[in-house]
């Protein structure tokens, strides 16, 4: 089911070395200048859309050069900022986790191995890998057939205690419970493809001699197929898991093939079924049930395998917004400062973070911005924004950020098919965000005059189509700023018009619609 050139080159140059600079300097009042007030009289125009007749908005612009305010409106207003949130949980991890922190998945056992049995139980130990597919919980398997084991005489253990045992957001609404975008939280998950959705099977539907066949990413018999769909002269076909259930029915008429990424109801018990599935495919029967529990203390490893480092993981979490990622890292962060993997405790190590770098408080619900209860202001954002330019991982963050206008899934992510032919294009680096009614786009872009500027814009409560080509507007005159040569004014408000994806990140739309 679906919710609904050279100078370029030279631009994302100029825009890489202003924000290779080291941390803002002490702001220092500088005299107003006409390019300052063209540039309000502009944003102001730009902002009296019709749209926002009743709807909050909030902007604030600085220079990240010596901290000068070019425009504020509503800059304190307590806004919804969805994903923006994500800002501070990669940041926050960057800080606490470290940019090599690795998830480790791990086979254990408190049994004795007598020539190919082993006596005791098969305990697979997980930290929240967002990065696990079926390929990899299969190479384990091959590890613990490797080590020489045929049967294990007791129980397959699925140890998923280094998180609490909360799966969903206290604020999630119930209707994404099915969404792969709002997956069950574990600290064994698995992904279905590189684009790591953990906690998610790509469910297809095809036409086939008449019928329709059903199949999954990865291959698993997991989830109970209820198939009513027939084949039809075109594709209007539901797939849709029942609530709280392992059980997916799909209906309606299908031409084509059609893939729809659900959420599995239980993380932990599909990875289990994943990695028993594997161990028979290798020649290992585990003659026990299937049970989750705790590892035994000074249980002995047979196998392991680490995600990649959070350096490299920063990437698809951020560039494609991806909520799961956050949700386990908040709980990630959780366990490594309090010992606890839970919300509470993630979600205080990100609001410390925060405090500790001078930015306001806020209220923050979770790490990924599902909940309609985070409450953030402009100022706040961008408080942020500039305090991590100091950090020794920034330079790895900022690069993480969708940048405007760039083609490449992974290096334009949320942004790739926004400003694309403006001053913008390979220049605005920034972190975009969407729920119903609500709009967000925060970070970076150097001006026509090479001066690196902070910016936060965040709409809230619009009732007509998605405003995020104003949000486009904005970052595009953000780019031909300057201080000393206002450019003429009908070309500094051209801009592509945003694509239409009011209620979502387009990249949880399926296939990715950026």
Not at 46 to 66: F, M, P, Q, Y
Not at 157 to 186: C, K, M, Q
Not at 206 to 234: L, M, Q, W
Not at 422 to 442: I, Q
Request: aromatic share 6%; proline share 5%; with cysteine.
């Amino acid at each position: 089911m679906r919710r609904t050139s050279a100078s370029l080159i030279a631009g994302a140059l100029v825009a890489t070395l202003a924000w290779a600079s080291s941390p803002t300097s002490t702001a220092v009042a500088l005299e107003p200048s006409p390019g300052v007030a063209d540039l309000t009289q502009d944003l102001n125009q730009i902002l009296s859309d019709s749209r926002l007749t009743i709807a909050r908005a909030g902007v604030v612009v600085k220079s990240a050069a010596n901290g000068d305010e070019l425009y504020a409106t509503d800059a304190g207003k307590l806004l919804i900022p969805a994903s923006n949130t994500k800002l501070f949980t990669s940041a926050a991890a960057a800080e606490t986790l470290g940019l090599d922190y690795r998830f480790p998945t791990t086979v254990l056992t408190g049994g004795r191995k007598a020539g190919s049995v082993l006596g005791g139980d098969l305990v697979l130990r997980g930290t929240g890998d967002p990065t696990m597919l079926a390929a990899d919980y299969d190479a384990l398997a091959a590890k613990v057939a490797g080590a020489g084991i045929k049967v294990v005489t007791g129980r397959l253990v699925a140890d998923d205690t280094w998180f609490d045992s909360v799966r969903l957001g206290n604020d999630w609404t119930w209707d994404d419970e099915t969404a792969y975008y709002a997956a069950p939280i574990s600290a064994l998950t698995a992904s279905p493809d590189t684009d790591y959705d953990a906690g998610s099977v790509i469910v297809s539907v095809a036409p086939s001699g008449g019928e329709v066949k059903v199949s999954t990413t990865p291959e698993t018999d997991y989830f109970k197929i209820v198939n009513r769909a027939t084949v039809g002269a075109s594709t209007d076909v539901l797939i849709e898991r029942q609530h709280g259930t392992r059980t997916v029915v799909i209906t309606g008429t299908v031409a084509g093939t059609y893939n729809e990424w659900v959420a599995v109801d239980d993380p932990t018990a599909y990875v289990s079924s994943l990695f028993r599935k594997a161990l028979t495919k290798h020649g290992v029967r585990v003659l026990g049930p299937t049970v989750t529990a705790a590892a035994p203390s000074g249980a002995q490893e047979l196998a392991q395998h680490e995600s990649m480092p959070l350096s490299e993981l920063l990437v698809p979490f951020m560039k494609l917004s991806n909520n799961i990622h956050a949700e386990i890292l908040t709980k990630a962060m959780g366990r490594k400062v309090a010992g606890q993997g839970t919300w509470a405790a993630g979600l205080k190590v990100t609001t410390d973070f925060a405090k500790a770098n001078g930015v306001e408080v806020l209220n923050l619900r979770d790490g990924s911005g599902l909940s309609r209860r985070d409450g953030f202001t402009p100022t706040s954002i961008v408080q942020l924004l500039t305090a991590v330019r100091g950090k020794p991982w920034y330079q790895t963050w900022y690069d993480s950020l969708p940048i405007a206008g760039n083609a490449d899934r992974f290096v334009g992510g949320t942004l790739r098919s926004r400003m694309r032919g403006t001053p913008a294009a390979n220049n605005v680096r920034a972190k975009t965000g969407s729920l119903t009614g609500v709009t967000a786009l925060s970070g970076y872009v150097t001006s026509a005059d090479g001066e690196p500027l902070v910016f936060s814009i965040m709409l809230n409560q619009y009732l007509s189509g998605s405003p995020k080509d104003i949000e486009d507007k904005i970052a595009v005159r953000l780019a031909q700023f300057s201080r000393t040569a206002p450019a003429d004014a009908p070309a500094r408000l051209r801009t592509d018009t945003a694509p239409a994806s009011a209620d979502l990140e387009c990249s949880w739309l399926k296939p990715a619609h950026c």
